[in-house]
């Protein structure tokens, strides 16, 4: 049961003169006062207490059928009768209350009968079953996705459980979530009579969680009320001064915005672009935040201009005109209609700029995107109902919802969730996953996406995409260059995940390092906390030697027979810094000793060489095929990675001369290995088998500087 009073707390508007605005106002959710309570209504009339929801629902659906509003008032009305508020106000009127705020914002009407009834089954003696059998399985369904956990069953987990609880219904119907942020903000506004460390506890909660949550399901109109609520409880001092900046401005006798918008307007009307252009004060939170990045406001920095237009190409004609007409900040510039914010949000950004420097920020967007951009999911109506025209449908079966466009984020939240191991992981977790509120896409190489989190890096991308597989993780390429896995990615990166082969691949303690994502975090940690026992870093070369490895007896190194060169008795040797083998184009130089050395055309030598004036000698291949051939490979360390290296190697018949392995450095390890092939033809064949073997990226012939 809720508390509710008048919360001296509560920031109110600022009223300006009326001189000053000709903006059409927003949706206002602050004009409900006590709800008329008129005892017992006529059967199968409306009763008057409703009046007011029933006024604001018909504005967004004037054909909507009313009495399932009715009998849940009713029902709710008689449960909750003799319930008080800790206010003395009827408990009554808090579902009420709620359901005006979903009503203003659009909800449709199954939503606002559950609003009626969301705190009968916790509160009273109605129970779900009887939800069900008055009014059906979908308002049975949300009316219990709100309803809390009992204390006395879960303790001090009942809070974190209660949000698990109500994130898992969220999952399959965002309407959810819609009604407990309705809630929420009617309780923030009447928290007053609330000890103030019980006022800072569900302030705290409201900014880590249900902020987060409204601004991820779009629901703006909720989230900047919720924001000031919240600033005011906990930044006393901040909001005061922050109240008396609006004050001060609203009490102006000039209004920057106010003239900027007229300019918009006479530019519009010469245009032919019909358009309706209001004026948007910031809220509390946002002119703080305005205040903190530049410093002393002017004017035209305590709201924005939005401009309403009919059509998205609407949209575009305008920006070209007020950049043509008006002086534009380029830099302010952002297309948000071109690529929709994941919440939904979809609008143009841009700036204009006055002669003395007072610069107006600009929203560009239709009635439509307005409308999505102030209510998010609640403007959407009931996502889940099927189609009018489609033959059959039928209200999907308890357990079997599912919304086909249910948003990444929330997608990823409830994989992870049912990972953590408890009720403190789960909430600290939440906490930290809602405190990333930008979310940015990524390719992968199928043509699939994986939406993850700003600063989520290749260890993130692993885990989205594999799972617990990604154990197996050795590596990643991004945007076709290989990376490492703590290279964090950006929006519209393409990534493809290396996987080994090896089932006994371990995912590496460093990984937590780099994890930004819960699924990621809390996969790592569940392996580390099985394997305690583990000591060895599993993705370090630890099989891999990290000195020279003792070169074998073998053949002296061969004078290049297999070259013929252009100067009698001359001894031909083939260059150690690129390994010339057929068909390379080739040249030689003389050196020291009447000694021809043998370069590929492309070796850096070549260049140095010829660039000192040093003369170039004719060398050409002879008829043997034999061929010694120095090869680096680039690789992640992983078990036994040598011997499997060398393995393939041998059966493609090149004899290891001598093979240097490199200490290792961010997990990747570099090989050098120089072989004799029978046949240089074999030597391709022989760079293919190393390529495939798990764990190696990339092999070529040495080049030496």
């Not at 629901?219 to 909001?239: C, G, N, R, S, W």
């Not at 090896?502 to 906390?529: C, F, G, N, V």
């Not at 290891?656 to 392995?661: D, P």
């Amino acid at each position: 049961m809720s508390a509710e009073a008048t919360n001296p707390a509560t920031p109110g508007p600022v009223v300006p003169t009326a001189a000053r605005r000709k903006a059409r106002p927003r949706i206002d959710l602050r004009r409900l006062g006590r709800a008329a309570l008129l005892g017992n209504a006529a059967r199968g009339k409306l009763p008057d207490a409703i009046g007011h929801v029933a006024e604001a629902h018909r504005a967004h659906y004037p054909d909507a059928d009313l009495e399932p509003l009715r009998r849940a008032y009713v029902l709710a009305e008689s449960s909750h009768r003799g319930q008080m508020r800790k206010s003395g106000e009827p408990y009554i009127t808090h579902p009420l209350a709620v359901t005006l705020i979903l009503a203003e914002l659009g909800a449709e009407t199954t939503t606002l009968t559950a609003s009626l009834l969301h705190d009968t089954v916790e509160d009273t003696d109605v129970t779900l079953d009887q939800v069900r059998e008055q009014f059906g399985e979908e308002v049975r369904y949300l009316v219990d996705g709100v309803t809390k956990l009992e204390k006395v069953d879960y303790g001090a987990a009942a809070e974190p459980e209660t949000f698990r609880k109500m994130l898992v219904a969220t999952g399959s119907d965002v309407r959810v979530m819609s009604i407990k942020l309705a809630d929420r903000l009617h309780n923030m506004r009447t928290l007053g009579v609330m000890r103030p460390e019980k006022q800072e506890r569900i302030a705290k909660v409201t900014r880590d969680v249900l902020i987060p949550l409204a601004e991820r399901l779009g629901v703006q109109a909720l989230k900047t009320e919720l924001e000031d609520l919240v600033f005011a409880i906990l930044h006393p001092e901040e909001y005061a001064h922050t109240r008396e900046l609006i004050a001060e401005n609203a009490a102006r006798a000039d209004d920057p915005l106010a003239e900027i918008s007229d300019e918009v307007r006479g530019v519009l009307r010469d245009a032919d672009i019909p358009a309706e252009v209001l004026i948007r004060p910031r809220h509390f939170v946002s002119v703080h935040r305005v205040s903190r990045k530049r410093g002393e406001l002017r004017g035209a920095d305590f709201g924005r201009l939005l401009v309403l237009v009919n059509e998205d190409a609407d949209c575009y004609a305008v920006l070209g005109e007020l950049h043509t007409c008006l002086t534009p900040v380029v830099s302010e510039f952002k297309d948000f209609i071109a690529v929709p914010k994941f919440n939904l949000y979809q609008s143009l950004h841009t700036a204009v700029a006055r002669a003395d420097g007072q610069v107006a920020e600009v929203l560009i967007r239709t009635h439509q995107m307005h409308k999505v951009a102030e209510a998010g999911v609640v403007a959407l109506g009931n996502p889940y109902a099927p189609a009018a025209d489609a033959p059959g449908s039928e209200a999907p079966a308890d357990g079997e919802r599912a919304d086909p466009t249910r948003p990444g984020w929330l997608s990823r939240l409830l994989d992870w969730q049912k990972a953590a191991p408890d009720a403190d992981t789960f909430w600290s977790t939440l906490r930290e996953d809602l405190a990333q509120d930008r979310e940015i896409t990524v390719f992968r190489p199928d043509g699939g996406t994986l939406g993850l989190p700003e600063g989520a890096t290749c260890v993130d991308a692993a885990y989205a995409q594999y799972g617990e597989d990604a154990h197996a993780c050795i590596g990643a390429r991004v945007n076709g260059r290989l990376a490492t896995l703590s290279t964090v990615l950006k929006d519209g990166d393409t990534v493809q995940l290396l996987m080994g082969q090896d089932p006994a691949s371990e995912p590496s303690r460093e990984w937590l390092e780099h994890a930004h994502t819960p699924a990621a975090r809390i996969a790592i940690q569940r392996w580390l906390a099985t394997h305690p026992d583990s000591t060895e870093e599993p993705h370090a070369p630890v099989a891999v030697p990290t000195r020279p490895i003792p070169e074998p007896q073998a053949p002296t190194p061969r004078t290049a027979s297999a070259v013929v060169v252009d100067r009698p008795d001359a001894t031909v040797r083939l260059a150690g810094c690129c390994t010339p083998v057929p068909p390379d184009e080739v040249t030689g130089f003389a050196v020291r000793g009447g000694v021809v050395t043998v370069h590929r055309v492309a070796c850096a030598s070549v260049a140095h060489m010829k660039g000192t004036g040093r003369p170039e000698t004719a060398v050409s291949w002879g008829d043997s095929t034999a061929c010694r051939v120095t090869l680096v490979a680039e690789s992640f360390g992983r078990p036994h990675l040598l011997a499997d290296l060398t393995e393939a190697m041998a059966q493609e018949g090149a004899e290891i001369v001598s093979a240097t392995v490199e200490p290792p450095s961010q997990q990747r390890v570099r090989h050098t290995y120089t072989v004799e092939l029978p046949d240089a033809a074999h030597l391709p064949a022989l760079m293919r088998a190393m390529r495939n073997v798990a764990g190696v990226y990339d092999v070529d012939r040495a080049q030496h500087q």
